[in-house]
């Protein structure tokens, strides 16, 4: 059984900063993509970043050159760096990770909380 367990959530102030970390653990042979999405109230759920076990990296053009997602394969864990933060970004972020395991499947996060405020 393989679980995911986001943190880094929280409440920020307009032009601040906060890292979101989503770790996997279980039996686990490798992770393909991992990613992050969000869902803002009344909204549809919208594609944030992505990164390849390569480490290539892709970014929605809402958060281009203010986010940046990592990723520490040794940890199976993908990271979101998360700067200049606009009260347009409040939303519940959720990681998703392509997980090679027992069986093969995408594992979402329970999601975690970004709020900021203006």
């Known amino acids: 059984q393989v679980q995911l367990v986001e943190s880094g959530g929280g409440l920020v102030q307009a032009g601040g900063s906060l890292r979101l970390s989503c770790a996997a653990s279980?039996?686990?042979?490798?992770?393909?993509?991992m990613g992050w999405y969000r869902q803002a109230p009344g909204k549809q759920r919208e594609w944030v970043a992505g990164?390849?076990?390569?480490?290539?990296?892709n970014y929605a053009d809402s958060v281009k050159g203010r986010f940046v997602i990592s990723r520490d394969n040794a940890k199976n864990t993908v990271y979101l760096q998360m700067n200049s933060l606009k009260p347009e970004d409040t939303a519940v972020y959720f990681c998703?990770?392509?997980?090679?395991?027992?069986?093969?499947?995408?594992?979402w996060g329970q999601g975690t909380q970004v709020t900021v405020s203006s």
């Open positions: 990164i390849t076990r390569g480490g290539s990296t």
């Open positions: 279980g039996t686990i042979f490798s992770i393909n993509d």
């Open positions: 998703v990770l392509q997980v090679v395991a027992v069986t093969h499947r995408d594992y």
